[in-house]
T-cell receptor, first 117, second 115 residues
Framework: AQKVTQAQTEISVVEKEDVTLDCVYETRDTTYYLFWYKQPPSGELVFLIRRNSFDEQNEISGRYSWNFQKSTSSFNFTITASQVVDSAVYFCALSARRGSTLGRLYFGRGTQLTVWP | DAEITQSPRHKITETGRQVTLACHQTWNHNNMFWYRQDLGHGLRLIHYSYGVQDTNKGEVSDGYSVSRSNTEDLPLTLESAASSQTSVYFC??????????????FGQGTRLTVV
């Protein structure tokens, strides 16, 4: 069974603070994929990153960075020097490989991030 | 540009009516999914399809049905709308074969209110 846990329901920070959103996952599959999506107040789901289970390299994209640790089944997301525009709900998701295809996504419940000016 | 579109974006319906939400993608993706989003629950899978004529139930499929007669469309039908089905519905699609940039693309969402 697949499961994603985002223990932080809501986080509030002041602009320019760094913030880390936690994501812990459970799966018995050896090949799987982890995702982060952003949902701004406008409601659409914006893809941020995908990480394969066989690639544990951390990734940095501008102010965003992701820390993938298989040993702790975690895929945490850090925003450096947060900005008001980062205010959104962030979802972590997991998908297992289904044969040669990408299976369905299992989502965490999301973390509401509010960045105050 | 290829895209995934949902219609309508907003709908209000009465309890007991049949409602169909449309989802259309132009990427020629094999995989299509329907999720509902509710406060405190994140996104939960309703139904999904891995190709034409293939449909599968997700964890919250009661009261919903889908059909996949072509690659581009996966309409979601609420057989007899209930107030508990008031929610935001998202359709998603992904390529059949995994490659480096595989991801799931989401539609803009449909906000459904059952009164």
């Amino acid at each position: 069974a697949q499961k994603v846990t985002q223990a932080q329901t809501e986080i509030s920070v002041v602009e320019k603070e760094d913030v880390t959103l936690d994501c812990v996952y459970e799966t018995r599959d050896t090949t799987y994929y982890l995702f982060w999506y952003k949902q701004p107040p406008s409601g659409e789901l914006v893809f941020l990153i995908r990480r394969n289970s066989f690639d544990e390299q951390n990734e940095i994209s501008g102010r965003y960075s992701w820390n993938f640790q298989k040993s702790t089944s975690s895929f945490n997301f850090t925003i450096t020097a947060s900005q008001v525009v980062d205010s959104a709900v962030y979802f972590c998701a997991l998908s297992a490989r289904r044969g040669s295809t990408l299976g369905r996504l299992y989502f965490g419940r999301g973390t509401q991030l509010t960045v105050w000016p | 540009d290829a895209e995934i579109t949902q219609s309508p974006r907003h709908k209000i319906t009465e309890t007991g009516r049949q409602v169909t939400l449309a989802c259309h993608q132009t990427w020629n993706h094999n995989n299509m999914f329907w999720y509902r989003q509710d406060l405190g629950h994140g996104l939960r899978l309703i139904h999904y399809s891995y190709g034409v004529q293939d449909t599968n139930k997700g964890e919250v499929s009661d009261g919903y049905s889908v059909s996949r007669s072509n690659t581009e469309d996966l309409p979601l039908t609420l057989e007899s709308a209930a107030s508990s089905q008031t929610s935001v519905y998202f359709c998603a699609s992904s390529k059949g074969a995994i490659h480096r940039n595989t991801e799931a693309f989401f539609g803009q969402g449909t906000r459904l209110t059952v009164v």
